[in-house]
């Protein structure tokens, strides 16, 4: 059997981040894989780039950990600098110029979310390319192919923290049930003036979809008890 190692390898990912009435949440799935393996069943695929800003990373987690570490040590200068905290803005166009300046050597597709007291709550895709888009909600990865239908029926204007959080967690899930490549957990931030709030939603959790079958502890579980004598 040949081997094409040259091939390019399966890199699924779920992720989203969207407005509300005073602030953002991210989310994400927890699946790292390389072509058919999985890596990792619950790795963290939202990065924290200041106390107000973080990151959700799909494509190759190689590529996106070292933008968000140069991302991060160049907010910290200039942090020092300005003698403040940077804006989610300038976090975004900092992703933004990486990306587009690397462009031909990077597989990266990213969601900037944050709050800072001049604009509050506010959302950045920075998509494949280096395109920047301030949008009121952003989803990516493979798993967003089924999400774009039901995120634009679901978002609006005004919602508060709660509900945005269970659609996050909604659409993240709905996205596992059918995208092959995204699963195990959902990770969630929410960033508002009161500061960060991470959760942790364990695959048992969460909604079952269609014919989705629970999750056991054996394959032995699924069989019938067998008929007594």
Not at 155 to 163: F, H, Q, R, T, V
Not at 203 to 219: I, M, Y
């Amino acid at each position: 059997m040949d081997l094409n190692l040259d091939a390019p390898h399966s890199m699924g990912t779920t992720i989203i981040g969207v407005t509300y009435d005073g602030g953002v949440v991210l989310g994400a799935d927890s699946r790292t894989s390389t072509g058919m393996y999985v890596a990792n069943r619950a790795s963290d695929k939202i990065t924290q780039l200041t106390d107000n800003v973080y990151l959700c990373r799909s494509g190759s987690a190689a590529d996106t950990q070292i933008i968000s570490d140069y991302v991060r040590y160049f907010l910290d200068q200039h942090t020092i600098q300005l003698g403040q905290p940077a804006t989610v803005k300038v976090a975004a166009n900092l992703i933004r110029l990486l990306s587009y300046q690397n462009k031909n050597m990077l597989q990266a597709g990213m969601i900037v979310g944050g709050w800072d007291k001049y604009v509050g709550g506010q959302i950045y895709s920075v998509p494949l390319g280096g395109t920047i888009l301030q949008q009121p909600f952003s989803i990516g990865g493979s798993g967003s192919s089924y999400l774009y239908g039901f995120m634009d029926q679901s978002w609006k204007e005004g919602m508060s923290k709660d509900e945005a959080e269970k659609l996050v967690v909604k659409a993240v899930s709905l996205a596992i049930a059918r995208d092959g490549a995204s699963g195990g957990v959902v990770r969630t931030v929410t960033i508002n003036s009161e500061g960060v709030e991470r959760k942790f939603y364990p695959g048992d959790s969460l909604p079952l979809w269609h014919e989705e079958l629970a999750s056991v502890n054996s394959l032995l579980d699924l069989l019938p008890e067998p008929m007594s004598t």
